[in-house]
């Protein structure tokens, strides 16, 4: 049953009375500051009722019977201070989208690593850790972050940093929306006057390209990131078929050229680059940030290598299911040059993202094809360093501990214990408080 929300004023003075909320409808509130944002967390926390965080919408937790939703979207301030010795600090609200950052950003010259969808909220995939367009030069998105205002479990408002509440600081860059709520993000951002990007694409044998692909990344210099998605005409984000996405850091286009020479030379590819400003290069993806999605089965991974096998079993899915799609990044380049133990992110030895998806609508797949699905999905998980948080369906997951090391494991959960003992920021790929 579909769950009709309403939308109310924050009451950030205590002693005013919420709306009385009489048929069980979830409450979506919109704040717009962070000391409104403190009484939501707290009122939900008083009155026992489940709480969603969401920036952009995109993630997988909808309002839900009787339940508040905290809505950031008024919280999209973008101030870009001055150059200074720490660097270029972007300040940025919780609610602001991506696309709209690298818009402001651009005519001071800068950019900020950011995922690869323009319509996402910059919280909601910072937390997750980011992993975007630009991840070879720059890193995930947690990389460039700098500091954070977060709202706590227990209302309090802090800033957190490697220098103020450094545990905290460590949790958020990957341990997802477990220990509060972000209302802004300061980044550091990077000189980038423009991008080269393309797309390439081949009629022959898909498992064969991606070999070439992974060959050509092997070496190639860090402003080089590829992205692979081969989807079906039932997917609205992106057109049919089978594509190489390339984004390159810069504005020359034959430094550019010459990287991916070993795969244009190849017979059969096609494709060109162009350059083109960075927040162009985003996806536009209209979506209803209230609207559940279709039902899938999948699968997510960061990979110490693309090897055959993975490669066969990733084209494999594809071909046996019209209904599928896979997603390939490469990784590497910044995103390896960060220390594992630094972030609660894992895998930095991870050269590969893959993704699988094979969408499960009624009608769709019986019980023995679905059976045989989670078969090849759970083959595609053999080997993988973990699963990655932003891109997986609560559903096809069997244990949050698989988005993080054993040892960053324990500490997520030990902090959890601390910051949530009550475990409020449930609403999410939850880490339960422990020891």
Not at 139 to 163: C, K, M, N, Y
Not at 414 to 435: C, M, V, Y
């Amino acid at each position: 049953m579909s769950v009709v929300p309403i939308i109310v004023p924050v009451m950030s003075d205590s002693k005013t009375a919420a709306p009385a909320i009489t048929d069980n409808r979830a409450e979506i509130l919109r704040p717009r500051d962070a000391a409104q944002v403190a009484f939501a967390v707290t009122r939900a926390a008083r009155e026992g009722r489940s709480l969603t965080v969401r920036s952009g919408g995109h993630g997988y937790w909808k309002p839900e019977p009787g339940g508040l939703t905290i809505d950031l979207r008024e919280l999209d301030g973008i101030d870009v201070g001055e150059p200074s010795a720490q660097g270029r600090i972007v300040r940025i609200g919780a609610g602001a989208l991506w696309g709209e950052v690298a818009r402001a950003l651009a005519p001071h010259g800068l950019g900020i690593s950011s995922g690869d969808t323009a319509s996402v909220g910059v919280a909601g995939l910072v937390v997750g850790g980011g992993i975007g367009v630009l991840v070879r030069d720059r890193g995930l998105a947690i990389d460039q972050l700098r500091a954070v205002q977060l709202v706590t479990a227990d209302g309090r408002l802090l800033e957190v940093s490697e220098h103020e509440h450094g545990d905290l600081f460590w949790a958020i860059r990957g341990g997802g929306g477990n220990f509060g709520v972000v209302t802004r993000l300061d980044f550091e951002a990077r000189e980038l006057a423009g991008v080269v990007a393309g797309e390439f694409s081949t009629d022959g044998d898909q498992g064969e390209f991606l070999r070439a692909v992974r060959e050509t990344l092997a070496d190639a210099p860090h402003a080089l990131t590829a992205t692979y998605m081969d989807v079906p005409a039932m997917d609205p984000s992106a057109p049919a078929g089978a594509r190489l996405g390339v984004v390159w850091a810069g504005t020359d286009q034959a430094d550019a050229a010459v990287a991916l020479a070993p795969l244009t030379a190849l017979d059969g590819v096609r494709g060109s680059l162009a350059p083109q400003a960075y927040a162009d290069v985003l996806l536009d993806m209209p979506h209803d940030p209230d609207d559940p999605g279709a039902p899938v089965l999948s699968v997510t991974g960061l990979y110490g290598q693309l090897d055959d096998a993975l490669i066969d079993r990733l084209v494999a899915v594809r071909r046996a299911h019209p209904a599928s799609a896979i997603f390939l990044r490469s990784l590497g380049g910044a995103f390896g040059e960060v220390a594992e133990e630094a972030t609660a992110f894992p895998g930095r030895s991870a050269t590969w993202f893959a993704m699988a998806i094979v969408f499960d609508l009624p009608g769709m797949l019986d019980d023995d094809t679905r059976t045989r699905v989670r078969t090849e999905l759970a083959e595609i998980a053999e080997g993988r360093l973990a699963a990655y948080s932003n891109f997986t369906n609560p559903a096809s997951i069997t244990s949050t501990a698989d988005f993080h090391t054993a040892p960053a494991w324990g500490r997520l959960r030990e902090l959890k214990a601390q910051w949530d003992p009550q475990n409020l920021f449930t609403r999410n790929h939850n880490i339960a408080p422990g020891s």
